[in-house]
Every structure is written in structure tokens, then in C-alpha cells.
């Protein structure tokens, strides 16, 4: 697939809605669309096709070997005028392969996303931690992008992001964005982070927490006032608190869990949807916002399952929701089908018992 053929190819993806284009020898390229894996009825792809991809996406990448060493490569790749793409290469029974991530070019707004107006108010933070959460592929970089857009556009502020690979683009706004890629701009999201706590930051963005390195990093950063916003594969509240305290050995868990009480100001935990239209998807969005009392769960291990009964008694104080609430919510506006709302519900039964009494 030669460079132009390549470039018109996820044009017309991207303008056809596709989150995910496949490449891999054997079969035809497939685009995700609406969270549909489909087939581009064009000839199946042979191996000098994949090899000519792979050149490609590693035109402008930092990988100095050569395509038979090749076996696992992330890059990114820009196309004017069409977006960025976050590209994985890899090599299967031999063959190149490669699956490319759709990034868009205008940075979406929480209304955009369709999160409540609370996560405003969590972008506000002057100091802690913020975390979003999801599997891969539930909009979490759209998310942090979205904070981030939002504090770029409201305050006189100095954001460093550190990213695997830089994805959305940020320009100055009232805010100055520095954005470092793992790779080119630093070797790796501890280091980076290290050497964020010198470049007076106010805010500092991290991919995503990888290893107790980062999160021990992280968290003396939130300690010393800066506000730090990052990812973790966790589906909600309880499992992400669970999650970052497990990483530690069990003899510093009971310090993590005490300095994690204390610099948690919130998360947001989401999945995409399939719209009741068949067209695109939704998020729905667990969301807890911290106080006095989330402090206490987080620190004693034993009351840490209350955070969810905490996060729905408490939606109309201070914005926080459930999965379950927000559901409700997104079924009521006809975003959603009832099946669909069944299915992604905490607790199926509960949930159509509730809706019995709606």
C-alpha cells in the first residue's frame, strides 16, 4: 500500500466514523465502527502490503532497527488535516500487522463527552490526585484531554503532560502545555516525572500509572502541591483504590493507603455504550467526588466498599453518581436501549428492580 493510497485510506476511515482500523495479512482491513469490528470489502492484505505499512508509521518514529527485528513498536502518526493516529506494529505468524487508534483534531469538551458539569469542578483542584479509570478503549484520553483543554482555557497555569505517545495536541491558551513523549522527549514515565517536580509545574498530566515507581513519584508530586491527573485500567472507585494500594509490597501499603486518603480528590470511571440510534456510542461514568468521609473509607480498609453506596447517596450534594444512576439517566433521554442498560448495570436484577419502580 503505497504512502498516498495509505493516507487516503484512513481519511475515509476516520470520515466514516472508524475508532480502530486493523491491518493484518491474510484479510482485508477492518475498521471499529459504533464498537462493530467490520470488514473493508477490498482485497486481503499481502505481506509487502503490511511491510509498506509498517515503513510508513515508523517514517517519523524513534525505531532504529529494521523491519525483520521488528516485533512490537508503538508509534504515532499525523495526518494533516485528519487527525493523529496512535499506532501499535506487531508481528503475527510472522507477518507485520498493525492496529491504528483515530485521534481527532478538535479536543472534545465535557459536554461534547457527555460527563456532568461536576468533572469542571474537579479541573479546578489546585493540588491532588485525579484519576481516570476504564478498560482500553473507554475514552480515558479523551477525558484527560478534556481537563486539561479546560484548565488551558480558564487559567494562567503551567501543564506538563507526559505521554506514550502524545495523542491529542494542546496549543497555549491562557495555560502553557509542555508535552513530553515517552521515547523521543524522555525514557520513561518515572524519570519524566522526576524531572517534572523541576520544571514548575502547576499541573502534570501521567499516561498512566504504571508501576509503584510512578505512582510513589505521583503522589509525593500531589503531596507538594500540584495538581496530578492520570489513568488506571480499574472499573470503578473501590477497584482503583484496591488497585494503586496493591502495587506496593504489603509492608507499605498501610503509609500508601494513608498518603492516597489524604490526595484523592476524585475519579471517574467509564465505559462506551452502543447508542439506542445504532450511531456512535455513549459514555456512562461513575464518578466520585472526595471529602471528609471518602478520606476515612479510603484510609480504613474495612469501610473502602462503602464508597459506593457513599458515591449514590450523594449525587445530589456534591455531583458524584454510579454507573447504575447514570444509566438511569442516559436511558430516560433515550441515549441508551433498556437490553443495553441491563447488561452494563453493577447489578442486573437490582437495576431492573429499580426501573419497576420509576
Given at each position: 500500500?503505497?504512502?498516498?493510497?495509505?493516507?487516503?485510506?484512513?481519511?475515509?476511515?476516520?470520515?466514516?466514523?472508524?475508532?480502530?482500523?486493523?491491518?493484518?495479512?491474510?484479510?482485508?482491513?477492518?475498521?471499529?465502527?459504533?464498537?462493530?469490528?467490520?470488514?473493508?470489502?477490498?482485497?486481503?492484505?499481502?505481506?509487502?502490503?503490511?511491510?509498506?505499512?509498517?515503513?510508513?508509521?515508523?517514517?517519523?518514529?524513534?525505531?532504529?532497527?529494521?523491519?525483520?527485528?521488528?516485533?512490537?513498536?508503538?508509534?504515532?502518526?499525523?495526518?494533516?488535516?485528519?487527525?493523529?493516529f496512535r499506532a501499535n506494529i506487531y508481528r503475527n505468524k510472522g507477518h507485520l500487522g498493525a492496529i491504528l487508534r483515530s485521534i481527532p483534531l478538535v479536543i472534545p469538551d465535557f459536554q461534547k463527552l457527555g460527563l456532568?458539569?461536576?468533572?469542571?469542578?474537579?479541573?479546578?483542584?489546585?493540588?491532588?490526585?485525579?484519576?481516570?479509570?476504564?478498560?482500553?478503549?473507554?475514552?480515558?484520553?479523551?477525558?484527560?484531554?478534556?481537563?486539561?483543554?479546560?484548565?488551558?482555557?480558564?487559567?494562567?497555569?503551567?501543564?506538563?503532560?507526559?505521554?506514550?505517545?502524545?495523542?491529542?495536541?494542546?496549543?497555549?491558551?491562557?495555560?502553557?502545555?509542555?508535552?513530553?513523549?515517552?521515547?523521543?522527549?524522555?525514557?520513561?514515565?518515572?524519570?519524566?516525572?522526576?524531572?517534572?517536580?523541576?520544571?514548575?509545574?502547576?499541573?502534570?498530566?501521567?499516561?498512566?500509572?504504571?508501576d509503584a515507581e510512578t505512582i510513589e513519584i505521583a503522589l509525593k508530586a500531589a503531596e507538594t502541591g500540584h495538581l496530578v491527573l492520570s489513568t488506571v485500567h480499574t472499573q470503578d472507585a473501590y477497584r482503583t483504590i484496591?488497585?494503586?494500594?496493591?502495587?506496593?509490597?504489603?509492608?507499605?501499603?498501610?503509609?500508601?493507603?494513608?498518603?492516597?486518603?489524604e490526595n484523592l480528590k476524585g475519579s471517574v470511571s467509564q465505559r462506551l455504550l452502543p447508542h439506542a440510534s445504532g450511531k456512535g456510542r455513549v459514555v456512562a461514568a461513575e464518578i466520585m467526588v472526595s471529602n471528609l468521609?471518602?478520606?476515612?473509607?479510603?484510609?480504613?480498609?474495612?469501610?473502602?466498599?462503602?464508597?459506593?453506596?457513599?458515591?449514590?447517596?450523594?449525587?445530589?450534594?456534591?455531583?458524584?453518581?454510579?454507573?447504575?444512576?447514570?444509566?438511569?439517566?442516559?436511558?430516560?433521554?433515550?441515549?441508551?436501549?433498556?437490553?443495553?442498560?441491563?447488561?452494563?448495570?453493577?447489578?442486573?436484577?437490582?437495576?431492573?428492580?429499580?426501573?419497576?419502580?420509576?
Open positions: 500500500m503505497e504512502l498516498a493510497t495509505f493516507n487516503q485510506f484512513l481519511a475515509a476511515a476516520v470520515k466514516n466514523g472508524a475508532s480502530d482500523i486493523h491491518f493484518k495479512v491474510g484479510t482485508a482491513p477492518a475498521l471499529r465502527v459504533n464498537g462493530q469490528l467490520l470488514p473493508v470489502k477490498v482485497p486481503a492484505l499481502q505481506p509487502e502490503d503490511t511491510q509498506r505499512i509498517a515503513r510508513h508509521l515508523l517514517a517519523s518514529s524513534r525505531y532504529k532497527g529494521t523491519l525483520e527485528e521488528l516485533q512490537d513498536w508503538d508509534a504515532s502518526y499525523p495526518l494533516e488535516g485528519v487527525g493523529r456532568p458539569r461536576v468533572l469542571e469542578k474537579l479541573s479546578q483542584e489546585e493540588r491532588g490526585l485525579i484519576l481516570v479509570t476504564g478498560v482500553t478503549g473507554s475514552g480515558k484520553s479523551s477525558t484527560l484531554a478534556a481537563m486539561v483543554n479546560y484548565i488551558n482555557q480558564h487559567y494562567r497555569k503551567h501543564i506538563v503532560t507526559i505521554e506514550d505517545p502524545i495523542e491529542f495536541v494542546h496549543e497555549d491558551r491562557f495555560s502553557r502545555v509542555m508535552q513530553r513523549e515517552v521515547g523521543p522527549d524522555t525514557p520513561d514515565f518515572s524519570k519524566a516525572l522526576r524531572a517534572a517536580m523541576r520544571q514548575d509545574p502547576d499541573v502534570i498530566l501521567v499516561g498512566e500509572m504504571r484496591n488497585r494503586i494500594i496493591g502495587v506496593f509490597p504489603p509492608e507499605a501499603q498501610t503509609g500508601v493507603r494513608l498518603r492516597l486518603s468521609s471518602v478520606t476515612e473509607f479510603v484510609k480504613d480498609a474495612s469501610r473502602t466498599h462503602e464508597i459506593k453506596d457513599f458515591i449514590e447517596r450523594n449525587h445530589d450534594i456534591l455531583g458524584t453518581q454510579s454507573f447504575d444512576q447514570h444509566l438511569v439517566q442516559l436511558l430516560r433521554a433515550g441515549q441508551i436501549t433498556v437490553e443495553v442498560a441491563k447488561e452494563a448495570s453493577s447489578n442486573p436484577s437490582d437495576f431492573e428492580r429499580a426501573l419497576a419502580f420509576e
